[in-house]
């Protein structure tokens, strides 16, 4: 399978609630990034962990990194219906190019 | 502040037939730029890269090109489209260079081409 698998592959819940989707990778990384999705719309970087950093905090995004077991986890919480969307993870592996490999991503339904 | 633009928005074209869409980037120079393709409910798949003018990488391969004539335009073609090329393609740049650092790392997307073989 690829690198930056997301589990699970659709998740919904209802407003208020947490919402957390785990990524798992194959091969050392640089770094690991969070990247969100509207439907048909281009992707919106959310938040970056450097592969030493163990959780990285932006708003209401909690992100975790554990090299050891190379995966990753992102954390909603107090979800809104506006962070309904796809989130893909995706990582770098500090290759010529800052090329990223993206994950087949979560689909979050969150209802009002 | 950086912009990207791709068009067309939407393309629906017959197999067989020759295929271009544009993607330009402003605001920055000399950035990385990428297109990938997406196929419905599923993650991203990159085709192509280019950290110059010129300097094309095929990360797939298939009946799909890319070119970089200027240093902030990327052009993804075909001479003959299949079936299965029918998807969501993304263009997409990141800051370059071979300093590494958090900003250069992040990639930026445009809006999307949805494309349809029919």
């Known amino acids: 399978s690829q690198q930056g698998e997301e589990d699970p592959q659709a998740l919904s819940i209802q407003e208020g609630e947490n919402a957390t989707m785990n990524c798992s990778y194959k091969t050392s990384i640089n770094n690991l990034q969070w990247y969100r999705q509207n439907s048909g719309r281009g992707l919106v970087h959310l938040i970056l962990i450097r592969s030493n950093e163990r959780e990285k905090h932006s708003g209401r995004l909690r992100v975790t990194l554990d090299t050891s077991k190379k995966s990753s986890s992102l954390l909603i919480t107090a979800s809104r219906a506006a962070d309904t969307a796809s989130y893909f993870c995706?990582?770098?592996?500090?290759?010529?190019?800052?090329?990223?490999?993206f994950g087949g991503g979560t689909r979050l339904m969150v209802k009002p | 502040s950086q912009t990207i633009h791709q068009w067309p928005a939407t393309l629906v074209q017959p197999v067989g037939s020759p295929l271009s869409l544009e993607c330009t980037v402003e605001?920055?120079?000399?950035?990385?730029l990428y297109w990938y393709r997406q196929a419905a409910g599923r993650g991203l798949q990159l085709l192509f890269y280019?950290?110059?003018?010129?300097?094309i990488s095929s990360e797939v391969p298939q009946n799909l090109s890319a070119s970089r004539p200027q240093d902030r335009q990327f052009i993804l073609s075909s001479k003959k489209l299949l079936l299965s090329d029918s998807g969501f393609y993304l263009c997409a740049w990141n800051r370059g260079g071979s300093v590494s650092g958090r900003t250069r790392q992040t990639q930026y997307f445009g809006p999307g081409t949805r494309l349809l073989v029919l």
């Open positions: 605001g920055t120079s000399n950035p990385n």
């Open positions: 280019s950290v110059g003018i010129g300097q």
């Open positions: 995706a990582t770098d592996k500090g290759n010529a190019g800052n090329m990223l490999t």
